[in-house]
């Protein structure tokens, strides 16, 4: 009798021990899963507030103006084949350059048209060499000048080709008319530039 008495003990201890020990390993699963939230939760909160600080970032970046820089023309590539690109240069620096020539009255010039087209396409030759070599290998100094070397780069060859190559052709009554020549120049050849690239992406669209 003490036997099943002593038995029935152990199986009423082994009971509880099992059942201390189911209820122990459901507290640790409680726990567990407590602690699994509270991290999500505090990932989730740093990545609402990452999020946060980019859209911040984001508004304030478009809510700033872009600083304003005087920029001339870095040169643009019309077409890959260079006779084309040049071609579209040339006719650009003669549609433009005749213009001016007409325009301002204190240029005088020999109207052969042979003349001109061989003087425009001597300078276009020669600006697009020089502009191909700067920005092929000076680049850092074109961004730091914002551009500049162009303009007197394009003013020099402009001077050599017309005081030495064709002398004769064209008559300025001074060196500051051909420095608001050349400006004018570059200006006009941007815009028309600028207008003919918005007509090729309207075609292409």
């Known amino acids: 009798m003490d036997d099943f008495d002593e038995t029935d003990r152990q199986e009423e201890n082994e009971d509880q021990d099992q059942e201390e020990k189911e209820n122990h390993d459901q507290d640790n699963n409680q726990e567990n899963d407590e602690e699994r939230r509270k991290r999500h939760e505090k990932e989730l909160k740093k990545l609402l507030e990452t999020l946060k600080a980019l859209e911040e970032e984001k508004k304030r970046r478009r809510g700033k103006k872009p600083p304003r820089v005087i920029r001339l023309e870095f040169g643009t590539a019309y077409h890959k084949n260079p006779l084309v690109n040049f071609m579209m240069y040339y006719f650009m620096n003669l549609v433009v350059m005749i213009s001016l020539l007409e325009l301002f009255g204190f240029v005088e010039y020999d109207r052969s048209l042979g003349f001109i087209f061989l003087f425009v396409a001597t300078y276009t030759f020669l600006e697009m060499l020089f502009r191909n070599y700067v920005l092929y290998n000076h680049f850092p100094f074109v961004m730091n000048?914002?551009?500049?070397?162009?303009?007197?780069?394009?003013?020099?060859?402009?001077?050599?080709?017309?005081?030495?190559?064709?002398?004769?052709?064209?008559?300025?009554?001074?060196?500051?008319?051909?420095?608001?020549?050349?400006?004018?120049?570059?200006?006009?050849?941007y815009v028309l530039a600028h207008m003919i690239k918005r007509i090729i992406l309207k075609t292409v669209r």
């Open 145 to 189: 000048t914002m551009g500049f070397i162009f303009f007197f780069g394009y003013l020099t060859i402009f001077y050599i080709v017309e005081h030495f190559i064709f002398p004769d052709l064209i008559t300025f009554e001074g060196v500051t008319f051909i420095i608001i020549f050349m400006g004018a120049f570059i200006v006009f050849r």
